[in-house]
Antibody
Framework: DVQLVQSGAEVKKPGESLKISCKGS????????IGWVRQVPGKGLEWVAM????????RYSPSFQGHVTISADKSITTAYLQWSSLMASDTAMYYC???????????WGQGTQVTVSS | ETVMTQSPLSLLVTPGEPASISCRSS???????????VDWYLQKPGQSPQLLMY???IRASGVPARFTGSGSGTDFTLKISRVEADDVGIYYC????????FGQGTRLEIK
């Protein structure tokens, strides 16, 4: 079965760095893109970025470009989303999702809660 | 950036009755390959979103036949022929070309 297992909840202070992970299994990791989607508590879904683990093709939402970095290590079938300097407004649930080139037909992980508070 | 606009934003439905959600895209999501890149997702309470429909009208694996997706270009619809208690949650459309963009969500509740 296809699985996307995300790393656990994080509590950080403003200005700290963070890297969360998403491990894929049950499928050929390099055959699909992995994307990240943000959901602020009680709000809707915002697409953040996506990466092709096979060739490292990456795409970012203009709203998040420059603030987050997406990466992947195909040797361990894991994708990452990282911040070098967190802000309180980064507090949200972050979902990874396996999808096609246009982020269509996404299969989602269980989510990682990120809380940024002083 | 494409804006996806859903209506209504909430639905209160009696079990066994139909329901319909509209999604309008500010730009065409029709690819040159003939596919309209619109997905529908359901986020049940406390869960991750789950795929219902992709390419506007193709049901994802395991999705009951009472869910139907239609539309092309800029106007899309998700219909549930007979609502069940398990259908409760927030329904999102997503335009999947260029920068993927989600609609605001439609909350479905049972009467």
């Amino acid at each position: 079965d296809v699985q996307l297992v995300q790393s656990g909840a994080e509590v950080k202070k403003p200005g700290e760095s963070l890297k969360i992970s998403c491990k894929g299994s049950g499928y050929i990791f390099t055959n699909y893109y992995i994307g990240w989607v943000r959901q602020v508590p009680g709000k809707g879904l915002e697409w953040v970025a996506m990466i092709n683990p096979g060739d490292s093709d990456t795409r970012y939402s203009p709203s998040f470009q420059g603030h987050v970095t997406i990466s992947a290590d195909k040797s361990i079938t894991t994708a990452y989303l990282q911040w070098s300097s967190l802000m309180a407004s980064d507090t949200a649930m972050y979902y990874c999702a396996r999808a096609t080139i246009w982020f269509s037909g996404a299969f989602w992980g269980q989510g990682t809660q990120v809380t940024v508070s002083s | 950036e494409t804006v996806m606009t859903q209506s209504p934003l909430s639905l209160l439905v009696t079990p066994g009755e139909p329901a319909s959600i509209s999604c309008r895209s500010s730009q065409s999501v029709l690819h040159s390959n003939g596919n309209s890149y619109v997905d529908w997702y359901l986020q049940k309470p406390g869960q991750s979103p789950q795929l219902l429909m992709y390419l506007a009208s193709i049901r994802a694996s395991g999705v009951p036949a009472r869910f139907t997706g239609s539309g092309s270009g800029t106007d899309f619809t998700l219909k549930i022929s007979r609502v069940e208690a398990d259908d409760v949650g927030i329904y999102y459309c997503m335009g999947a070309l260029q920068t993927p963009t989600f609609g605001q969500g439609t909350r479905l509740e049972i009467k």
